[in-house]
């Protein structure tokens, strides 16, 4: 087998497992609204992409220059975005190890994966409309074809750079590091430039270089782009090879962590436990965790330094700090515990104390941006009424709206899914499912801070409403545990066919 015809097979092998995937095949109609709100996403990009347009043209920020002194800022969040979407697929090659293929073919394929992924056009639909409402009026068509090809040089190189440092932090949390040190020392550069117009000048300097077609700036961006190609194929290699024919020394530090506190709750203690170690031990839970906590914080930090900003005043994002471990974990519920889904079944009450256990359990994380807001609160940067009545909204509300998945989540997910993308859950009950707790607090914001113009009505019917929810937890969650019973056939077959 040739160079390239093992190419071709592991791409022809990738998509059919992609195309034969029973949690895919399972859920046709979620496909139809991905593609729907995947179109959605590239409109609502192209018409930011108008505005930024419009609004260097009204306010003279430079013209078409203005889109290259963001760049450094569009491939942070392209690198972010990346994280969404993007899942590493060393598990799915190590297989191939033990075929006779042509050296590296295996590593050159996900490298080569990654270079033609539409994924690298993204923010090209930011940056075309504004070319078009810029570049082409002040410089011509023929411009745009040099203004396109370097943004999407750029826009490669963070490909490969992202799935450089994808591999390097999945072996541990220092390598995080790497990236933030990276977009941070972009940042610490502008700080030497002696004036906005002078930063401005100096990439208006590079990106009249490209659309030109100097062969001096895409020569320096090509020797770049195979460098990290080239560091992204040697670091492939290793790992794949580390994770094919090596074993990690298990730690004993986590087993000394002592949980013996939960042990006062009984049965329900027991569930408590298994919660705290699923975040302890599974390295996708524990990082999204650690991202959640970090997010809530930055947030808090906005608060703390710009109080006036419309995103602190919207209280959007207050509200998304108390229901982001809930949308994180809570729309997924039962989807670990379907491993041993029989286990529960044989045991009396055992789904009910589980769900409770899981309410406490995350009612108990709200502490966490509880915490975290309190000092603004005290120092008069945010009401603490607000604060509270979005606590106990979310405690409520949310939470029994996100417990409603544990009906309808029929699909396994690994204990170990680090690797591999194949657990993602396309059930479209969920995205109805979280759209509907995201929105929910919103038309009684409308109802009390922008048509009545009275935030203390807004703050009392989210406080009164999370605070019958939460009196009638119980009630509620031995429900949805009966309609768990009653459909223990059908969760049951769904969750041994997924796994």
């Known amino acids: 087998m040739t160079y390239w015809e093992a190419i071709q097979i592991l791409h022809k092998h990738f998509y059919l497992s992609g195309r034969r995937n029973k949690i895919w095949q399972a859920n046709s109609v979620a496909k139809y609204i ?36 963001l760049l450094p800022l569009f491939l942070f ?7 969404t979407t993007d899942h590493r697929l060393l598990m799915n090659i190590r297989p191939y190890l033990l075929l006779p293929l042509p050296k590296h073919s295996y590593t050159d394929y996900l490298i080569l994966r990654q270079l033609i992924v539409f994924k690298n056009v993204n923010l090209l639909f930011i940056c075309i409309p504004f070319g078009i409402r810029t570049v082409v009026p002040e410089l011509g068509a023929t411009a745009m074809i040099g203004y396109t090809a370097g943004l999407y040089l750029f826009l490669l190189i963070n490909g490969q750079f992202f799935q450089f440092t994808q591999v390097l932090t999945a072996r541990g949390l220092w390598y995080w590091l790497i990236p933030i040190l990276t977009y941070l020392s972009i940042v610490i550069i502008t700080i030497f430039f002696p004036s906005p117009q002078g930063y401005l000048h100096r990439w208006a300097e590079i990106g009249n270089a490209m659309i030109r077609g100097e062969i001096g700036i895409y020569a320096v961006l090509a020797l770049l782009l195979i460098g990290m190609i080239l560091l992204n194929r040697s670091f492939l290699e290793r790992r794949i090879r580390q994770e094919q024919y090596t074993s990690e020394t298990s730690k004993s530090d986590k087993n000394n962590i002592n949980l013996t506190i939960f042990d006062r709750f009984n049965k329900i203690g027991e569930f408590l436990k298994i919660e705290t170690w699923s975040i302890l031990r599974n390295k996708r839970l524990r990082l999204i965790f650690y991202l959640n906590t970090f997010g809530i914080f930055i947030f808090s930090l906005i608060t703390a330094f710009d109080p006036e ?90 939470y029994r709206i996100l417990f409603q998945m544990a009906i309808y989540n029929k699909v396994t997910f690994s204990m170990q899914a680090t690797h591999t993308g194949k657990n993602v859950n396309t059930n ?72």
């Not at 108008?50 to 203005?66: K, M, P, S, W």
């Not at 104390?353 to 005290?378: E, G, Q, W």
């Not at 009390?448 to 935030?455: D, R, Y």
Request: aromatic letters at 18%; one cysteine or more.
């Open 34 to 69: 991905y593609y729907v709100l995947a179109v959605f996403l590239y409109a609502y990009l192209a018409w930011i992409g108008c505005e930024l347009a419009d609004l260097t043209i009204n306010d003279n920020l430079g013209g078409y220059h203005f889109i290259y002194a």
């Open 77 to 83: 969040i392209d690198y972010l975005f990346r994280y």
């Open 309 to 398: 900003s419309d995103m602190v005043k919207s209280n959007g994002f207050l509200y998304y700090s108390f229901i982001v471990y809930g949308l994180s974990s809570l729309s997924r519920i039962m989807c670990y515990e379907g491993n041993y889904y029989e286990c529960l079944l044989m045991q009396r009450n055992s789904i009910q104390n589980l769900l409770l256990a899981k309410y406490y359990f995350y009612t108990a994380l709200l502490l966490i941006p509880l915490i975290a807001f309190l000092p603004l609160a005290l120092i008069g940067r945010i009401s603490f009424w607000t604060i509270l009545s979005y606590a106990l909204f979310a405690a409520g509300v949310a």
């Open 428 to 499: 479209y009950i969920q995205l109805i499912v979280t759209l509907v707790t995201i929105i929910s607090p919103f038309p009684i914001t409308a109802l009390g801070t922008w048509w009545l113009n009275q935030p203390i009505i807004t703050n009392t019917l989210l406080s009164l409403l999370g605070i019958f929810f939460i009196s009638t937890h119980r009630r509620w969650l031995i429900s949805i545990a009966q309609k768990m019973k009653d459909n223990q056939y059908d969760q049951l077959e769904g969750f041994r066919r997924s796994r």
